[in-house]
């Protein structure tokens, strides 16, 4: 079996995103001791947008015909890409509501449910992600495909060690941040599918910077009437707030998000979407390094199971569309 270049590449950058995506979960935990997920959500999309800009202008539009095309084929591209598009505006306002809910309901359901629980549910993303694509966007899921998203899942729970005896997936006291990190799961697979149909118009760049700043606007009632923001609770932040929130936001939400959204421009968000089963993998290496925890070899066997999953899904087969 040859593995081409380009499949090479987009494995290295799925692996480099879940890099930068693994901060998030303890960047989340370090803020929310300070500020409320509303809060946390303005904060990231703020300073993820003041990440991003510096990069806008060069990239290249998708889809803009070259010099030698027909101008009819260029208006038409124009058009597709009018921001005022009643389609483009459907599509930016479901990017920034997910984007909001999302972020809303993950740090909020971590503060209300246990890691175990977190964890085990964050399984689930993958999975929806496939079947949402299968009917939005018509991504077809072999049988080579299902496999491999089999196999990584395999990996992932063999790597995370869950505690099965201790869950608490349907407990009373944990039953409303389980609902909570769920329905966040949900809203990161409807991002994930509409920011890729949203990629076969605009750039990386434009579409993160546009669901970000329609995000920021989303949560501003909320900052009035459900978690008002004073100079008073800014001060009492501690520089640990700080560090967190901006890890996140230049890690996660800025470069980690980019790299994301170049990445679906070039495979299915099926296919790249079995790649979020690295984060515990992630999650392992950066307690190992910072908190000097023990690496087993059933933590080794399950993080080379779950690299071999995604390399098969990223790599067997070019994208369906």
Known sequence: MEISRRAIINFGLLVLVNAMWSTQYAGFKAATEKMGPITLTAWTFLLATLVLLPFVGREKHPG???????????????RSRALLNRRNIIGFLILGVVAVAGSVFLAWGEKLSTASNGSLIALTVPIITAVLASFILSEKMTLVRWASLGIA????????????RHLGLTSSTFLLGNILILLACTANSLYNVFCKEMLSRFTPLEVLICTYGLGLLLTLPLLIWVEPLSLAS???????????VLGVSIFSFGLGMLLWAVVLTRIDVS?????IYLLPFFGVLLSALTLHEKITPTMVLGGLVTLAGTMLMTSLEGSSN
């Not at 803009?64 to 124009?78: G, I």
């Not at 899942?153 to 099965?164: E, F, H, Q």
């Not at 800014?234 to 967190?244: A, D, F, K, L, M």
């Not at 296919?271 to 790649?275: E, F, G, I, K, T």
């Open 153 to 164: 899942l395999g990996g992932v729970l063999i790597l995370s060690n869950i505690d099965w």
């Open 234 to 244: 800014i001060h009492t932040y501690e520089p640990r707030t700080w560090v967190s």
């Open 271 to 275: 296919q790249a979407s079995v790649s």
């Open 64 to 78: 803009l015909a070259p010099d030698a095309a027909s101008q009819a084929s260029t208006a038409s591209t124009s």
